[in-house]
């Protein structure tokens, strides 16, 4: 069995992957006359040339550990971004590319306050809350050429908590 425990989501770990948003420190500016902190352009967006931002809601239904991983996918054409409408915790899993198929997944758990955008061709693992609705905004690419490559493991991993 091919085992990898999960590691807390910062910004240094998954920054090979994407982005983590959160609402950390002190905001980047005061808006709303001094009421509203405003932490700016968190996230590196990217639809390509032919694409545009839509904003989804995904519901997902709930996983627990431990987990298997026999799938991974990536968006060759932009990238996508996940913010939960609920304070839960969820997991995150990511490959590296390794001449086109992914390597060795990673698996990073949020801390319920956390949202995550995935670069441009970042292979991932599906959206997989940990508690119930599992609700999602997701921010990603729409446009008119195929943007989805799925990828399974001959061998699935089994994801555990840390």
């Known amino acids: 069995m091919r085992v990898i425990h999960t590691e807390p989501l910062t910004p240094e770990s998954f920054a090979p992957f994407g982005d983590v948003m959160a609402a950390t420190g002190a905001p980047d500016r005061l808006i709303n ?68 198929t992914p390597g060795t997944p990673r698996a990073f758990l949020t801390d319920g306050s956390q949202a995550i955008n995935f670069h441009r061709g970042t292979w991932h693992g599906v959206l997989t809350p940990l508690a119930a609705p599992g609700l999602f905004a997701v921010v990603d690419r729409i446009g008119p050429t195929a943007n989805l490559q799925e990828h399974w493991f001959d061998q699935p991993w089994t994801i555990t908590p840390a």
């Not at 967006?45 to 545009?52: E, I, S, T, V």
């Not at 931002?53 to 060759?76: C, N």
Request: aromatic fraction near 12%.
């Open 33 to 100: 006359q001094g009421f509203c902190g405003r932490y700016h352009d968190r996230a590196q967006l990217d639809f390509g040339p032919d694409g545009r931002a839509g904003l989804s809601i995904f519901k997902a239904i709930p996983r627990s550990f431990p987990y298997l991983l026999d799938l991974v996918e990536r968006h060759p054409e932009g990238s996508q971004a996940f913010i939960p409408m609920t304070a839960d915790p969820f997991l995150v899993i990511t490959a590296p590319d390794q001449d086109g």
